[in-house]
């Protein structure tokens, strides 16, 4: 199984940046996509951004594409979210996912992080 962690998340003023952090553990595994997505109460997930194996693609919702840029690191299975010019409306919990394939399993499967706050406030 594949475990997530996330953090990084908490209380920024508008303008100010915060950097999450996504770290995957667990038994023998290979990662491909990761992505990271969002979450308002009473309001669906969505997408804030995805990156290719290698880090090679990358793809952002339209709402904050030039303000966040996701990155990988593949040696420490770890995905990162670094968010510029924060606004109030990225307000939301934010949820890390991976598309990962354990040795043990045939195909792969998508996994999730707990998710973590972040709070944009003056």
């Known amino acids: 199984q594949v475990q997530l962690v996330e953090s990084g998340g908490g209380l920024v003023q508008p303008g100010g940046s915060l950097r999450l952090s996504c770290a995957a553990s667990g038994s023998r595994f290979s990662v491909h996509i990761m992505g990271w997505y969002r979450q308002i109460p009473g309001k669906e997930r969505e997408m804030v951004a995805t990156i290719g194996m290698g880090g090679a693609t990358t793809n952002y919702a339209l709402s904050v594409k030039g303000r966040f840029t996701i990155s990988r690191d593949d040696a420490k299975k770890t995905s990162y979210l670094q968010m510029n010019n924060l606004k109030v409306e990225d307000t939301a919990v934010y949820y890390c996912?991976?598309?990962?394939?354990?040795?043990?399993?045939?195909?792969?499967?998508?996994?999730w992080g707990q998710g973590t706050q972040v709070t944009v406030s003056s």
């Open positions: 996912k991976m598309i990962a394939l354990p040795d043990t399993h045939l195909a792969p499967s998508a996994y």
